[in-house]
């Protein structure tokens, strides 16, 4: 019996729709690149984490063009050794990178209840973090964990809760 490769996908594909999605923040990613950021040794254990919960960690094309300004501004060797982590970090199998489709009008109208300062930045991870249905986001912005879950429509977590959950199984 022949066996369509793209049925195989399609199933794959649906499966993941199911599983729960964590969206990465810039800053998380950046602590991933930079063996020398404070947060690194802790950070990497996200992938066990993610591997125990079953859960697909959400790399957006935001993120990605946030981290290609960083990357501008490093000299030459630096750049070299960015790039092979992040080819490295891309062939993650827990790791998804994921596109949005960011409107104007939907990132200067989503509400800002019970917000003061959300910079237009992170409101643009907000809304593609919602885009691609994620349920969490990681992060090491610690602005973005005093905001109301609600309005943002995920929880919010550190790296190290994350983890915390990720050892309960």
Sequence with gaps: MYNDPAKKTSKKKLALRHQLKVYLDTSVLLSLLLSYDKHHDTTVKIFSAARKIDCQLILSDLTLLEVSS???????????RFTKELTRLLGRRELVHAQTSLEPSSVLTTPVVGVRDISFEDRLHVVAARQLGCQMMLTLDLHFLRIDSKWLQFKVLTPTEFIVLGKRG
């Design 70 to 80: 960083l990357y501008s501004r490093l000299r030459d060797p630096e750049q070299k």
